[in-house]
């Protein structure tokens, strides 16, 4: 009957795919223990607001905490909030989504609690009270099953593997108080970038592009297609052209860069290290576009065009935008 | 400013991952081993504030096997000044390990401490801020940018799709991210000078970890792709099989 708590990360004020992976994962889990789920909440006054699409995303009892000094995120204040929800009861697991945030502020509650964490966890089960995890290791080049001794179970979650089923049902909303102790660290601000683009670790569509692209003028043809492709879909790059300076190193993917599992994957002239297929090759669909059709990257794709790119991708943004019209006319 | 840097001992990114039989660990041969490419940059972090102050120490530590000795050296070519060794198999546990760092970290008196923001073969990114929350220090993790005057310390830390600024006093514990700084290569001179530096070895015992490796097991192999066709005119075709049979359009 153990209950599983989880924390709601909001964007920019509003519940997003974090929050709704981290209490969707966490009503999976409670509907095995027989538990509830709990959700704990951080923001600015106003933040009960997002209560309701918390409910329904699968908590019963979502923990609001509101302070002026929320408006950003404070891993002390979180760390100190969560710390105090977990101590009151015995959590069979305490989850968050693997952002920026959720891996920032997971190993300070755990230690504070001395419980073990599983990072950018893919999978769980849960057999006799004890939860197993499976993981990637060496960037995706291997898959680690882990199980917790003794619970709670802290984790993070891989962003784009959990799904989660909307559901019908009020969530009982109960306020916290914010400890006002000093913060170890102050959060003065958040610098986004002039784009409104997604992460590359975030986004279910990634168009990443490598040395095969000649130079950094050449990427407007990348943009291109990615914004042919919408709102969900954004920039990669190879390690060869950030080393190279040509993208910025947020863009990067690979094993030291970013893992990532969109569900469509576009490699445009990147021949396809190992370390770069180790960070993309959980993509549910890969597209390789190369010159060399010996290339590697050819080896995990799902679907292949050789050629030169510069003559490949006006053409293949043309047509999707087309596509996407057709079947979307408004 | 005396300086702290705990590295750790991992195969190369290159590498080719084989499992050992019975499923729970790498295979070691023909596994070439390299200092873990985060820590560079915490390592050139610390060696650089180090010589701007012209005063202060860069301590290496390291957790591991004998043959973690290798990296600690190269640390010192690079220009640390002495390193300590904790002789210990490691564990897939990252609080035990930051419990055992802090034991040494504790009394020796460090303004700054650097860590890579993750190892790149377990891939658990939590020793830093574990370890800032054991010592009770404040904490920035995935650090690209590190200002710090007197004590005042200003970073810039990558968020999705851009920065947050953080705010806090020495002594810290800092998690270096790649964009940080450009890391240096030993010198001949730097080898050299590092044999004659001090690495004190020492063997720890770990906790029971929390969490334990069950096994490990090699992703499921990609189904077998297919070459749509060739150059513009394949576009048409790729973009129908996207749709129609992907179902990803």
């Known amino acids: 009957m153990a209950d599983v708590l989880a924390y709601a990360e909001l964007r920019g004020g509003a519940v997003g795919k974090p929050a709704r992976e981290a209490v969707g994962t966490a009503r999976a889990m409670a509907d095995r223990t027989g538990g509830a789920v709990h959700a704990v909440v951080l923001g600015p006054p106003g933040t009960n607001a997002a209560a309701g699409a918390l409910a329904a995303a699968g908590a019963d009892r979502i923990v609001v905490g509101e302070d002026d000094r929320l408006a950003l995120y404070q891993p002390d204040t979180a760390t100190a909030v969560l710390a105090a929800v977990a101590g009151q009861a015995g959590y069979a697991a305490i989850l968050f989504a693997a952002t920026a945030q959720g891996k920032d502020l997971a190993p300070r509650v755990a230690a504070r609690l001395g419980s073990a964490l599983a990072t950018e966890v893919i999978g769980w089960s849960l057999d006799g009270g004890v939860i197993t995890v499976k993981r990637p290791v060496y960037a995706g080049k291997a898959i680690a099953t882990m199980r917790f001794e003794r619970p709670p179970a802290v984790m993070t979650l891989r962003a784009n593997v959990f799904s989660y089923e909307p559901r019908a049902g009020d969530g009982v909303v109960e306020p916290i108080e914010v400890p006002s102790h000093e913060h170890r660290v102050r959060v003065t601000a958040v610098e986004l970038g002039e784009r409104d683009r997604l992460d590359v670790a975030e986004a279910t569509i990634v168009v990443s592009g490598g040395r095969g692209m000649q130079g950094p003028e050449h990427w407007h043809l990348l943009t291109n297609l990615v914004d042919s492709l919408g709102d969900e879909a954004t920039l990669g790059a190879s390690r060869a052209v950030v080393d190279a300076g040509w993208r910025p190193h947020g863009e990067q993917v690979g094993q030291t860069g970013k893992t990532v599992s969109p569900d469509l994957y576009f490699a445009v002239g990147i021949s396809g290290a190992i370390q770069h297929l180790a960070g993309m090759r959980t993509a549910k669909t890969i597209v390789a576009i190369n010159r060399d059709a010996d290339a590697p990257i050819f080896g995990v794709a799902d679907y292949g065009l050789v050629g030169d790119l510069f003559e490949i991708l006006p053409p293949l943004a043309d047509a999707i935008r087309r596509l996407r019209q057709e079947a979307d006319p408004g | ?249």
């Not at chain 2, 290798?70 to 220009?79: F, I, T, V």
Request: glycine residues 8%.
């Open chain 2, 1 to 249: 400013m005396n300086t702290i840097v705990c590295i750790k001992r991992v195969p190369d990114s290159a590498t080719r991952v084989k499992l050992a039989p019975g499923g729970a660990a790498l295979d070691p041969a023909g596994v070439k081993y390299v200092l873990n490419p985060y820590d560079e940059f915490a390592l050139e972090e610390a060696i650089r504030r180090v010589e701007q102050a012209g005063t202060g120490s860069v301590t290496v530590i390291a957790l591991g096997p004998p043959e973690t000795a290798e990296s600690l050296r190269q640390a010192l070519a690079m220009g640390a000044d002495e390193a300590v060794l904790l002789r210990a198999d490691g564990s897939p546990d990252g609080l035990v390990v930051a419990r055992a760092l802090a034991s040494e970290i504790e009394g020796r008196g460090a303004d700054l401490i650097l860590l890579g923001k993750q190892a790149i073969d377990d891939d658990n990114m939590q020793v830093p801020p574990m370890l800032a929350e054991i010592l009770g220090l404040p904490c920035a993790t995935v650090v690209v940018e590190l200002d710090i005057e007197g004590s005042r310390c200003t970073a810039r830390r990558e968020i999705e799709g851009g920065h947050e600024v953080l705010e806090f006093d020495l002594p810290a514990v800092v998690s270096t991210q790649k964009g940080l700084n450009e890391p240096r290569y030993p010198t001949l001179k730097g080898i050299m000078a590092a044999k004659r530096k001090p690495l004190v070895e020492k063997d720890v015992a770990l906790e029971d970890a929390s969490i334990t490796l069950v096994s490990l097991e090699e992703p499921p192999a990609p189904a077998a792709g297919r070459i749509v066709g060739e150059g513009p005119a394949a576009v048409s075709e790729l973009v129908t099989l996207l749709r129609e049979e992907a179902k990803v359009l």
